[in-house]
């Protein structure tokens, strides 16, 4: 979900309010320049963390795969429901108890990236006004 508060565009993701690091580039001064490509870094990592959470999170739950009920005919793309969807994304030999204690060291490396990425927001906010501080 995007809103806009103002001049800036935020991305609310699992009740976490991100800025875009494109916003951060799109600042006035070249000052924030350093803070934008970190800040795409941070989030790329922040995105692979929640892929790998997800899958933490299928692994300790032992998700089902899907089940055609209908039959390939009846459905609009007529193709079947793939077979060893689990083993396909490595979840097929999966220890559950293991990956429910990866589950705590994920949430903290994505709270950590979180704040890490706040720091950078700020830090390029506060270098934009400084920046642009008349100087006498």
């Given at each position: 979900m995007?809103?806009s508060?103002?001049?800036t565009?935020v991305?609310?993701?699992r009740?976490?309010?991100?800025v875009?690091?494109?916003?951060v580039?799109a ?6 320049a350093p803070?934008a ?10 995105r ?6 997800d ?9 089902e ?38 589950l705590?060291?994920?949430r903290?490396?994505?709270d ?8 950078l927001r700020?830090g390029a906010?506060r270098?934009?006004q400084e920046?642009?501080?008349p100087?006498?």
């Open positions: 995007t809103r508060s103002g001049r565009a991305s609310t993701t009740s976490r309010a991100v875009r690091p494109a916003q580039a600042a006035p001064t070249p000052v924030a803070f490509a970190e800040l795409r870094e941070v989030e790329y990592w922040r692979l963390v929640l892929a790998r959470l899958l933490a999170v299928a692994a300790v739950t032992a998700a795969e899907p089940t055609q009920h209908t039959a390939p005919e009846d459905v609009l793309s007529a193709r079947p429901v793939p077979a060893d969807l689990r083993r396909l994304i490595g979840l097929g030999q999966c220890d559950a108890l293991g990956e429910a204690a990866v705590e060291r994920l903290d490396a994505l950590d990236l979180d704040c890490y990425a706040r720091g700020a906010r270098a934009c920046s642009a501080r100087t006498s």
